[in-house]
């Protein structure tokens, strides 16, 4: 007879963990054993990355879920080999071969062809991806083997780095760098690169080094996340106005604190700024004192001397975060 399995006791964690995604997992896969890992009542993730890529994939839990959408919106950077002659049905080393082809491309040849990806494209979405039409994942037309029409998107490529390069042997391929806005799909990128060059193609590898300010190099990755006790799991968290990286900063006195809180506008010296991190002394509940240190309340822009708020910490939440912040609660 199996033993009953231990419920795990939830609890409000509030911070930003930047995991290294493994391969083979969804990043709702990584997310929900992280949240376990730490206990958390609240989490969500800042964009997909493919069960088969790795690398940044920055978690937030509890308060900072508020600002998630902000690195949705950021630009990011990949490392991915494209294997040249060789088309499958996915765009990626998991489909099936549908086309081989002699690679008879030049390096002059690539780094032209590279040149043309430069800046302002359109893609195609693939028809394995998460995109939804008519309320349905285009994946789950592809699994009944059927394409729907798909609009272009566009996007942009700030940087082509070519990286390595082999284009004769057994197994040609491309290794790049790839700096991009959101969007961007670079199954799509590999592809069109590869057709570009002749020959077609399917990426064999992908990994994420850099989604907005945040670097592989500062990444945990699961299994070491694992082999942590509690207390080094939960020093591992960025506090939630990492998320607002080059943001505009504003500090309120107490009264105006709380009164930006309760959603009012507040009137100052302000020049107009789209993205605004306010901070300012809070009174946690059930106590007459304002905390001594200046902690995040939430975002806002400003506008013809206004602070117009935007997404907001509540009271409770800051209570906790105060709670758990020993830097803030001395």
């Excluded at 062809?113 to 302002?120: E, I, R, S």
């Excluded at 394995?128 to 083997?145: C, F, M, N, T, V």
């Excluded at 943001?247 to 709380?258: Q, R, S």
Aim: glycine content about 10%; hydrophobic content about 40%; proline content about 5%.
């Amino acid at each position: 007879m199996n033993a009953p399995r231990t419920r795990v006791q939830r609890r409000p964690v509030h911070g930003v963990l930047l995991l290294d995604k493994p391969l083979g997992l969804s990043s709702n896969q990584a997310l929900q054993k992280a949240k376990w890992l730490l206990r958390a009542e609240k989490a969500g993730h800042t964009g997909t990355l493919d069960p088969l890529a790795s690398g940044v994939l920055p978690l937030c839990f509890g308060a900072a879920t508020k600002f998630s959408q902000i690195h949705l919106d950021a630009d990011k950077t990949y490392e991915t080999v494209v294997r040249l002659g060789v088309k499958t049905s996915t765009g990626d080393a998991e489909g099936e071969v549908i086309e081989t082809r002699t690679v008879a491309c030049t390096p002059g040849q690539v780094v032209e062809a590279l040149d043309g990806f430069m800046g302002p494209i359109a893609q195609v979405p693939p028809m394995h991806s998460a995109l939804k039409k008519d309320g349905k994942p285009l994946y789950e037309y592809a699994r009944q083997g059927e394409t729907v029409e798909r609009e272009a998107r566009h996007v942009v490529i700030h940087d082509l780095d070519l990286l390595d390069m082999q284009l004769q042997g057994d197994a040609p391929f491309l290794r790049l760098r790839v700096r991009c806005s959101k969007g961007t799909y670079i199954r799509t990128l590999g592809e069109d690169i590869a057709e570009a060059l002749g020959c077609g193609g399917h990426l064999s590898m992908l990994r994420r080094t850099e989604t907005g300010p945040f670097d592989a190099s500062q990444c945990i990755a699961l299994d070491a996340l694992e082999a942590l006790d509690e207390h080094e799991r939960m020093a591992l968290l960025l506090p939630v106005q990492t998320l607002l990286d080059g943001h505009e900063t504003v500090t309120l006195e107490a009264e105006d604190a709380g009164r930006f809180l309760s959603g009012l506008r507040r009137r100052g010296a302000w020049t107009d700024h789209e993205r605004v991190a306010v901070f300012g002394p809070v009174v946690p509940t059930g106590d007459e004192s304002f905390s001594q240190e200046a902690v995040l309340l939430g975002s806002a822009h400003t506008q013809a001397g206004e602070l117009i708020p935007g997404r907001l910490l509540s009271p409770i939440e800051i209570q906790q975060i105060l709670e758990t912040s020993p830097e803030l609660a001395s």
